[in-house]
């Protein structure tokens, strides 16, 4: 109860309490809000290989995102929508699509690579707001870039560029990648290859698996014969689950090959056990142990969800309450005075503090590199991970000058 009351004061006290004060002060009126209310969908994978690290999950972190602004502007309407695009790309447009027609203003989550590229066209189309969380394309704020689409948690850039840079200066310099077949695999791959290019490291092979795939026997053998010193899996979920237990059946270690998970969630490390995934290294835009304000928001999480809250899920709360507060800030939804306000004030959260978007809509944050715990030194329950280190937002993102989004100054289309 302290923890949730410390929580709740630092919300009310933080250096965003101007924006709260206008709307406690303020009554929005109808007219600037369209249809007298504020209408968010959440659509992800609610039943698939990636329902885990975002599904349910995810629309319990948006509840808790709208009890907590609802104490700041109780009269303001919201209601949210949810919906599960089953990892297809034109299930996925189709819902969003029919949701902007019916007068939806901000879509969230997503958590599909190949879902999210077909969601983002619609956004520009229409000039909704879509706020990305867990995609992993560098293509959303890159070459596909659109002023409507905001990456709140990640990109495969974040993620590869860390373990490459350090495994590589271990000597770690030969790679091979067991990767999902879809938009989100084949990105993280040749992202990873040019990065191992750059110092020094190379690709000694690639496989592909499909989206739910569950005997990963032979792509194991492949990397087991491929000669290389690392094996990375760019895939997530279940993906990877699967992946691990059967390395570990296999006995891969005994090898000397280190896998690497390119994309680690704590729901992956909760699935396969801490035996299976102690000594697994990835990186983390959040995680849930790090401090009091990242305690105190996983414990009511946990409440309501019998499960310690993933980074993605975390993303969701941050991006549907800066959302909020923007809104109420400017008594509007209209999409391009939102973006404005939100672009003019930092995030204001435990998942974030102080993160503003940058040209290429990217929410600029810091990262952790983390390390899964031996079974002895868990301490408490879902607390799987030793943090290694801070990756600080100037070095975990690609540099504004190397970006091809046509939002970026100097950039064309």
Same mark, same amino acid.
């Given at each position: ?10 919300i009310? #006290? =933080? &250096? ?17 809000i ?17 329902? @885990?690290?975002?599904?349910?999950? =995810? ?10 602004f %609802? %104490? ?19 299930? $996925? ?9 019916? $007068?939806?203003? *901000? ?23 879509? *706020?990305?969380s &867990?995609?992993?394309?560098? @293509?959303? !704020? ?5 002023? !409507? ?5 990640h990109?495969?850039?974040n ?20 990767? &999902? /077949? ?6 993280m +791959? ?21 989206l $739910?795939?569950? /005997?990963?026997? =032979?792509?194991?053998?492949q ?29 891969m ?10 994309? *680690?969630?704590? !729901? @992956? ?11 697994? #290294? ?11 304000? #990242? ?14 809250? #993933? ?14 507060? =923007? ?7 209209? !999409?391009?005075l ?9 995030? @204001?959260d435990?998942?974030a ?8 809509? %990217? ?15 868990l ?10 280190? %801070? ?7 690609r ?8 939002? +970026? ?5």
């Open positions: 109860m302290q923890n949730r009351k410390h929580f709740l004061r630092t009310r #006290t =933080s &250096a965003a309490g101007a924006i709260a004060a206008l709307a406690l002060m303020a009554t929005p009126s109808s007219a600037e369209s249809d007298g209310v504020v209408k968010i969908g959440i659509i992800n994978d609610q039943s698939g290989p990636l329902s @885990d690290l975002s599904g349910r999950g =995810s629309v319990i972190a948006a509840r808790l995102a709208l009890e907590d %609802k %104490k700041l502007a109780p009269a303001v309407k919201v209601e949210l929508l949810v919906a599960d695009h089953q990892n297809k790309p034109d299930v $996925g447009a189709q819902v969003v699509r029919r949701w902007f027609a019916e $007068g939806v203003d *901000m879509v969230a989550d997503v958590g599909n690579s190949a879902v999210a590229l077909a969601i983002q066209s619609l956004g520009r189309e229409k000039n909704k707001l879509v *706020m990305y &867990a995609v992993g394309t560098v @293509d959303i !704020t890159g070459k596909q870039c659109a002023p !409507t689409g905001l990456a709140w948690l990109d495969n850039y993620l590869v560029a860390g373990p490459i840079r350090k495994l590589v200066g271990q000597g770690q310099n030969k790679w091979f990648f067991i990767a &999902a /077949d879809y938009a989100f695999g084949r990105n +791959v040749a992202e990873s290859e040019r990065i191992l290019g750059s110092v020094g490291g190379k690709s000694v092979g690639s496989v592909f698996h499909p $739910g795939n569950a /005997d990963y026997s =032979s792509f194991l053998l990397a087991q014969s491929s000669g290389a010193k690392v094996v990375a899996f760019a895939n997530a979920g279940e993906q990877l689950v699967s992946s691990i237990k059967q390395w570990n059946e296999f006995n270690n005994a090898g000397g090959q280190t896998p690497v998970a390119l994309l *680690m969630f704590l !729901t @992956d490390i909760h699935g396969m056990g801490l035996q299976m995934a102690k000594g697994l #290294t990835g990186v983390t835009a959040w995680y849930w142990d790090l401090n009091d304000d #990242t305690r105190a928001f996983a414990k009511r999480f946990y409440a309501l969800h019998g499960a310690m809250p #993933t980074a993605p899920q975390a993303a969701v709360y941050s991006a549907v309450f800066h959302y909020l507060k =923007s809104v109420a800030a400017i008594q509007s939804d209209d !999409t391009d939102v973006l404005e306000k939100m672009r003019a004030t930092p995030v @204001d435990f998942y503090p102080g993160a503003k978007l940058r040209a290429d809509n %990217k929410l600029v944050h810091d990262f952790y590199l983390v390390q899964v715990k031996e079974p002895k030194a301490d408490k329950p879902w607390a799987y991970y030793n943090v290694v280190e %801070k990756i600080s937002a100037d070095v975990a993102y540099p504004l000058s190397e970006s091809d989004c046509p939002l +970026v100054a100097g950039k064309t289309k």
